[in-house]
């Protein structure tokens, strides 16, 4: 495609229910990266892939977040038994290489939770 | 640890003025990058410019041109001739020695007409 897409656009969860969330990178994208966008904030790090391998996973607020890429391509990042402290814009990034050399990381359009 | 700090929650320019949005870093890394990201109210976030530290000449895209003051890790982005267009938040973004973006909490730009 031509850049970074997500799905849903917005979510609407029951604190309790579990979501799942989708990001298909740009085709070829070695590198994957998922923010956390509160209100009024900038996006802080979740989580990175290296095509399927998750390198670094350090940035998950808690073992309720479980973020997957199996085929190195299209990534899913599921919340089990949301809180209303979940609620916020988690964005997809996706660079061509390994981002140590100031690669440009290109993002998707966020999918919107909120947990009532 | 990284930080990135933005000063201005929020800044004005009349259309075909010039603005200049601030940002300021800490590192403790000799290699580093740094960027600026404009997210229009759609929120797919862009980039607009891309500084390598080790590069002395402020770089420039167009109508955007960074002020990158390294000894007083300064990164201040500069808008001339302000468009409409160019009402989003902008994010200040540093890169140094891993993956990790470490954003700022961003300056929302309005551009009167």
């Known amino acids: 495609g031509a850049g970074v897409s997500q799905s849903p656009r917005y979510k609407v969860a029951k604190r309790g229910q579990d979501v799942a969330l989708r990001c298909d990178p740009i085709?070829?994208?070695?590198?994957l990266f998922w923010y956390q966008q509160a209100l009024g904030q900038g996006p802080e790090f979740l989580t990175y892939f290296q095509n399927e391998a998750q390198l670094d996973k350090s940035g998950l607020p808690s073992d309720r977040f479980f973020a997957e890429r199996p085929e190195g391509s299209v990534s899913t990042l599921k919340i089990q038994r949301t809180q209303q402290e979940d609620s916020a814009v988690y964005l997809c990034?996706?660079?061509?290489?390994?981002?140590?050399?100031?690669?440009?990381?290109?993002f998707g359009p966020g999918t919107r939770l909120t947990v009532l | 640890a990284q930080t990135v700090t933005q000063s201005q929650p929020e800044m004005s320019v009349q259309e075909a003025e010039t603005v200049t949005l601030s940002c300021t870093y800490d590192?403790?890394?000799?290699?580093?990058?740094l960027f600026w990201y404009k997210q229009p109210p759609s929120r797919q976030m862009i980039l607009v410019i891309r500084?390598?530290?080790?590069?002395?000449q402020n770089a420039t895209e167009n109508r955007f041109s960074v002020n990158f003051q390294k000894a007083a890790k300064s990164f201040s982005l500069k808008i001339s001739d302000s468009q409409l267009g160019d009402a989003a938040m902008y994010f200040c973004a540093s890169l140094s020695g891993t993956y990790k973006y470490i954003f700022g909490t961003g300056t929302r730009l309005k551009v009167l007409a």
């Open positions: 500084q390598e530290a080790y590069k002395q």
């Open positions: 085709s070829g994208h070695v590198s």
């Open positions: 990034a996706s660079s061509l290489v390994r981002s140590s050399g100031g690669d440009e990381q290109f």
């Open positions: 590192t403790s890394e000799s290699d580093y990058y």
